[in-house]
Protein backbone atom coordinates (compact mmCIF):
# COMPACT_ATOMS: atom_id res chain seq x y z
CA UNK A 1 0.00 0.00 0.00
CA UNK A 2 1.45 3.66 -1.16
CA UNK A 3 1.12 5.96 1.43
CA UNK A 4 3.45 9.12 1.78
CA UNK A 5 3.82 12.38 1.99
CA UNK A 6 6.02 14.89 -0.41
CA UNK A 7 6.78 18.61 0.37
CA UNK A 8 8.77 20.77 -2.16
CA UNK A 9 10.25 24.47 -2.18
CA UNK A 10 7.74 24.71 0.77
CA UNK A 11 7.44 28.94 1.28
CA UNK A 12 4.69 30.55 3.59
CA UNK A 13 4.92 34.03 4.92
CA UNK A 14 2.02 35.93 7.37
CA UNK A 15 1.87 39.31 8.14
CA UNK A 16 5.09 40.56 5.69
CA UNK A 17 6.94 38.35 7.60
CA UNK A 18 8.92 34.91 6.60
CA UNK A 19 8.07 32.02 8.22
CA UNK A 20 9.75 29.30 6.19
CA UNK A 21 11.16 29.12 2.68
CA UNK A 22 12.46 26.41 0.16
CA UNK A 23 11.33 23.82 2.76
CA UNK A 24 11.73 19.96 1.67
CA UNK A 25 10.25 17.35 3.04
CA UNK A 26 9.94 13.43 2.29
CA UNK A 27 7.67 10.91 5.00
CA UNK A 28 6.62 7.48 3.96
CA UNK A 29 4.12 5.07 5.65
CA UNK A 30 5.20 4.08 9.23
CA UNK A 31 7.13 8.14 9.61
CA UNK A 32 6.88 10.20 12.80
CA UNK A 33 7.87 13.88 12.74
CA UNK A 34 8.26 16.14 15.46
CA UNK A 35 8.23 19.64 14.44
CA UNK A 36 10.02 21.95 16.99
CA UNK A 37 11.70 25.49 17.55
CA UNK A 38 10.46 28.44 19.17
CA UNK A 39 6.76 30.38 19.26
CA UNK A 40 6.27 31.58 16.02
CA UNK A 41 8.50 29.53 13.63
CA UNK A 42 6.11 28.41 11.64
CA UNK A 43 5.09 24.86 12.97
CA UNK A 44 1.34 25.36 13.51
CA UNK A 45 1.25 27.09 10.42
CA UNK A 46 3.09 24.18 8.60
CA UNK A 47 0.70 22.09 9.98
CA UNK A 48 -2.47 23.88 8.49
CA UNK A 49 -0.41 24.17 5.16
CA UNK A 50 -0.25 20.51 5.08
CA UNK A 51 -4.10 20.13 6.58
CA UNK A 52 -4.88 22.30 3.59
CA UNK A 53 -6.46 24.84 5.86
CA UNK A 54 -3.60 27.20 4.67
CA UNK A 55 -2.52 28.47 1.45
CA UNK A 56 1.80 28.30 0.73
CA UNK A 57 3.07 31.52 -0.53
CA UNK A 58 5.57 28.82 -2.43
CA UNK A 59 5.82 24.80 -3.03
CA UNK A 60 3.56 22.70 -2.82
CA UNK A 61 2.94 19.51 -0.93
CA UNK A 62 1.50 16.24 -1.93
CA UNK A 63 -0.13 12.98 -0.39
CA UNK A 64 0.62 9.72 -2.23
CA UNK A 65 -1.90 7.01 -2.04
CA UNK A 66 -2.93 4.02 -3.89
CA UNK A 67 -5.66 6.15 -5.80
CA UNK A 68 -3.42 8.84 -6.96
CA UNK A 69 -2.09 11.78 -5.77
CA UNK A 70 -3.48 14.58 -3.55
CA UNK A 71 -2.42 18.22 -4.46
CA UNK A 72 -5.31 20.40 -4.01
CA UNK A 73 -5.53 21.27 -0.12
CA UNK A 74 -9.23 20.40 -0.23
CA UNK A 75 -8.31 16.55 -1.06
CA UNK A 76 -5.10 16.73 0.92
CA UNK A 77 -7.97 17.67 3.94
CA UNK A 78 -9.94 14.27 3.49
CA UNK A 79 -6.65 12.20 4.37
CA UNK A 80 -5.89 14.22 7.13
CA UNK A 81 -6.83 13.77 10.95
CA UNK A 82 -6.50 16.87 13.19
CA UNK A 83 -5.41 17.07 16.53
CA UNK A 84 -5.64 20.96 17.39
CA UNK A 85 -5.61 23.14 20.27
CA UNK A 86 -9.28 23.47 19.78
CA UNK A 87 -11.09 21.05 22.35
CA UNK A 88 -14.64 20.73 20.14
CA UNK A 89 -16.08 19.16 23.28
CA UNK A 90 -20.16 19.75 23.80
CA UNK A 91 -20.67 20.51 27.39
CA UNK A 92 -24.08 19.21 26.80
CA UNK A 93 -22.87 15.73 25.79
CA UNK A 94 -21.39 13.03 27.60
CA UNK A 95 -18.11 11.52 26.67
CA UNK A 96 -19.62 8.24 25.22
CA UNK A 97 -22.32 10.27 22.86
CA UNK A 98 -19.80 12.95 21.96
CA UNK A 99 -17.95 9.59 20.43
CA UNK A 100 -20.67 8.26 18.90
CA UNK A 101 -21.18 11.62 17.30
CA UNK A 102 -18.16 11.78 15.42
CA UNK A 103 -17.63 7.86 14.69
CA UNK A 104 -21.20 8.21 12.89
CA UNK A 105 -19.52 11.14 10.93
CA UNK A 106 -16.59 9.55 10.21
CA UNK A 107 -18.50 6.59 9.74
CA UNK A 108 -15.64 4.43 11.54
CA UNK A 109 -16.45 2.72 14.95
CA UNK A 110 -16.77 4.79 18.17
CA UNK A 111 -13.52 3.31 20.95
CA UNK A 112 -14.32 2.37 24.25
CA UNK A 113 -14.17 5.61 26.25
CA UNK A 114 -12.42 3.57 29.16
CA UNK A 115 -9.39 2.53 26.39
CA UNK A 116 -8.64 6.69 26.71
CA UNK A 117 -8.71 6.69 29.85
CA UNK A 118 -12.69 8.27 30.24
CA UNK A 119 -16.22 7.29 31.86
CA UNK A 120 -18.40 7.37 29.18
CA UNK A 121 -21.54 9.19 31.02
CA UNK A 122 -18.65 11.65 31.89
CA UNK A 123 -20.59 15.12 30.85
CA UNK A 124 -18.59 17.39 28.20
CA UNK A 125 -19.26 20.57 30.56
CA UNK A 126 -17.11 18.65 33.79
CA UNK A 127 -14.04 17.67 31.62
CA UNK A 128 -11.11 18.71 33.14
CA UNK A 129 -8.23 20.45 30.29
CA UNK A 130 -6.40 16.83 30.20
CA UNK A 131 -9.65 14.51 29.95
CA UNK A 132 -10.62 17.21 27.35
CA UNK A 133 -7.17 16.39 25.49
CA UNK A 134 -7.61 12.39 25.79
CA UNK A 135 -11.18 13.06 24.14
CA UNK A 136 -9.74 14.91 21.54
CA UNK A 137 -6.82 11.59 20.83
CA UNK A 138 -9.86 9.25 20.64
CA UNK A 139 -11.46 11.22 18.28
CA UNK A 140 -8.35 11.45 16.18
CA UNK A 141 -8.19 7.73 16.10
CA UNK A 142 -11.25 7.15 15.09
CA UNK A 143 -11.24 8.91 11.87
CA UNK A 144 -9.54 6.53 10.53
CA UNK A 145 -7.24 8.61 8.41
CA UNK A 146 -3.92 8.07 7.52
CA UNK A 147 -1.85 11.31 8.17
CA UNK A 148 -2.18 12.85 11.87
CA UNK A 149 -0.89 16.21 12.49
CA UNK A 150 -1.14 16.96 16.30
CA UNK A 151 -0.29 20.58 17.47
CA UNK A 152 0.84 20.58 20.89
CA UNK A 153 -0.64 17.17 21.63
CA UNK A 154 1.35 16.84 25.28
CA UNK A 155 -0.29 19.70 26.20
CA UNK A 156 -2.65 19.24 29.83
CA UNK A 157 -1.48 15.62 29.75
CA UNK A 158 -0.29 13.83 32.67
CA UNK A 159 2.39 11.29 32.70
CA UNK A 160 0.02 8.37 32.08
CA UNK A 161 -1.85 10.56 29.22
CA UNK A 162 1.52 10.77 27.75
CA UNK A 163 2.22 7.27 27.74
CA UNK A 164 -1.19 7.17 26.30
CA UNK A 165 -0.76 9.38 23.38
CA UNK A 166 2.88 7.60 22.71
CA UNK A 167 1.28 4.53 22.50
CA UNK A 168 -1.29 5.29 19.89
CA UNK A 169 1.64 7.13 18.03
CA UNK A 170 3.35 4.07 17.96
CA UNK A 171 0.58 1.78 16.68
CA UNK A 172 -0.65 4.53 14.34
CA UNK A 173 2.78 4.29 12.61
CA UNK A 174 2.82 0.92 12.74
CA UNK A 175 -0.23 0.25 11.08
CA UNK A 176 1.66 2.25 7.93
CA UNK A 177 0.31 6.08 9.54
CA UNK A 178 2.38 9.34 9.19
CA UNK A 179 2.02 11.08 12.47
CA UNK A 180 3.95 14.97 12.07
CA UNK A 181 3.50 16.82 15.68
CA UNK A 182 4.21 20.15 16.80
CA UNK A 183 5.84 20.03 20.35
CA UNK A 184 8.28 21.80 22.17
CA UNK A 185 8.48 18.80 24.45
CA UNK A 186 9.55 15.18 23.55
CA UNK A 187 6.91 12.80 22.50
CA UNK A 188 8.20 9.41 24.16
CA UNK A 189 8.33 8.31 20.74
CA UNK A 190 11.71 7.73 18.22
CA UNK A 191 11.04 9.70 15.43
CA UNK A 192 12.64 11.70 13.18
CA UNK A 193 12.69 15.87 13.64
CA UNK A 194 12.38 18.56 11.99
CA UNK A 195 13.18 22.33 13.97
CA UNK A 196 11.91 24.95 12.23
CA UNK A 197 13.11 28.97 12.78
CA UNK A 198 16.87 28.76 13.15
CA UNK A 199 18.72 30.75 11.08
Not at 155 to 168: M, S, T
Request: net charge positive.
Amino acid sequence: MTFALAIERLALTRGHRRLFAGLDLSLRAGDLLSLTGPNGAGKTSLLRVIAGLLAPTEGIVRIRTDSGEAVDGEDRARLVGWLGDRDAVKPQLDVGEQLRFWAKLYGTPAPEPEAFGLKPQLPGQYLSSGQKRRLALARLVLTGRKLWLLDEPLAALDDDGKALLAGKLTAHCAAGGIAIAATHDPLGVDGLTLRLGDA
